[in-house]
């Protein structure tokens, strides 16, 4: 994990609106995406699958330089397009 950090948006608000979501999860997607997208503002998202969240998919924001975890939250809208 000394890889990743993490920014103090994620440790204070992300944590603490969903304290279910663990640190290791993050790293998780990012390692092995579904999916990857810039976003408009130098910032990227990561999609990945999660078991221990129902089956859902976690979306994971970085900062541009990918090692920066800035959000992460369940995405119930994810559609992987084959």
Sequence with gaps: ??????T????FEVLRKRP???KDWCI???ENPLKV???ENNRFRFWGEIGKIKGK???VVTLEDKITIHN???DRRFKLCI
Excluded: N, W
């Design 37 to 39: 997208e810039k976003q």
């Design 20 to 22: 279910y979501i663990q």
């Design 57 to 59: 998919i976690l979306r």
């Design 8 to 11: 103090s948006y994620f440790e």
């Design 1 to 6: 994990m000394e890889k990743y950090r993490f």
């Design 72 to 74: 992460a939250f369940p």
């Design 28 to 30: 998780r997607v990012i």
